[in-house]
């Protein structure tokens, strides 16, 4: 049992508000998923060729007390390239005006203790163990400004309670995806994509779904073609909840056994496993609420 929450800001004045509206809805899923949790926050992309790259220290020794500052400088003198760091404890948003997989490659090699936690124009990511309310506020989520996001609380049934093993997962660029249930056929979606030369970094079901649809997306499906391939060849019971740069995106497995609850007006939309992490926000007594339907897509665009 785990906890999803969404929530797209139609109404551009609100994004300044974004964190703050979201902050007790994963709070509100605590019960789900009590062990770890995790965010990801879309915000306004950067200019073409510019890239942000979210990282996390919390598995090496230095912890919070890993010197940021000076692996950006250190990463100047290698490469000859200036980087901008906004830092918050063992979780630092690297901008590189670069390819992004040039500087990933140095960190591999440089820094081979730093998780690399997603890439793109618009993402920033993070995930940690700890009860939800920890998390978010050792990540100040209450003060994140932007157009969407993405937020998970787990409760591991399948892998171990580590911090890159909890939600959302990412591939590619400004893609995530979070999920409540279980796949029966991760190591099948392994094999099929580990010979295209798509690695692996946990064992985690979720994983293998993220990894397969941006896979699709990457191989020129949009994202509504990618979905449908997705309930061709993954099998289990899910709930999946996934963010791109500009829209969110909402199904559930044709049992439609995990739950999910949206709520939807002219300012928002916001999905959550449960409607308690609803009902703090602003106009709801107002908003249309309805339960996803099994097997269909939901995709709402900024």
């Not at 946990?202 to 309930?231: I, S, V």
């Amino acid at each position: 049992m785990c906890g999803i929450v969404g929530l797209l800001v139609k109404t551009p004045a609100l994004r300044a508000r974004l964190g703050e509206l979201m902050a007790p809805m994963l709070i509100g899923m605590t019960e789900r998923g009590p062990d770890s949790a995790g965010l990801a926050v879309f915000t306004e992309p950067l200019a073409d060729g510019a890239r942000k790259i979210s990282l996390y220290s919390g598995l090496i020794e230095d912890d919070d007390d890993f010197n940021w500052q000076g692996m950006a400088h250190e990463m100047k003198e290698h490469l000859g390239i200036d980087a901008t760091l906004k830092t918050t404890g063992n979780h630092a948003i690297l901008g590189v005006s670069v390819d992004p997989e040039m500087v990933k490659r140095w960190l591999k090699e440089h820094h081979p203790g730093l998780f690399v936690l997603s890439t793109g124009k618009s993402i920033d990511l993070y995930k940690d163990i700890g009860a939800p309310a920890e998390v978010a506020d050792r990540y100040n989520f209450s003060k994140l400004k932007g157009s969407h996001l993405v937020g998970h609380t787990r409760m591991a049934t399948e892998s171990a309670v580590t911090p890159d093993r909890a939600h959302p997962f990412t591939a590619g660029e400004d893609f995530c995806l979070v999920h409540n249930g279980s796949l029966s056929n991760p190591n099948g979606i392994r094999r099929k994509l580990e010979p295209r030369g798509i690695h692996f970094e946990t064992d985690n079901d979720t994983e293998a779904a993220c990894r397969f649809l941006e896979w699709r997306l990457r191989e020129g499906d949009d994202l509504e073609t990618a979905l449908k391939k997705g309930f061709e060849e993954l099998d289990g019971f899910y709930t999946f909840l996934m963010g791109t740069k500009d829209a969110l995106a909402l199904i559930r497995d044709p049992f439609a056994c995990k739950p999910a609850v949206v709520a939807e007006t002219g300012d928002y939309v916001a999905i959550a496993s449960e409607f308690r992490s609803l009902a703090h926000l602003p106009g709801i007594e107002n908003a249309h609420v309805f339960e996803p339907a099994p097997e269909e897509m939901y995709v709402w665009k900024i």
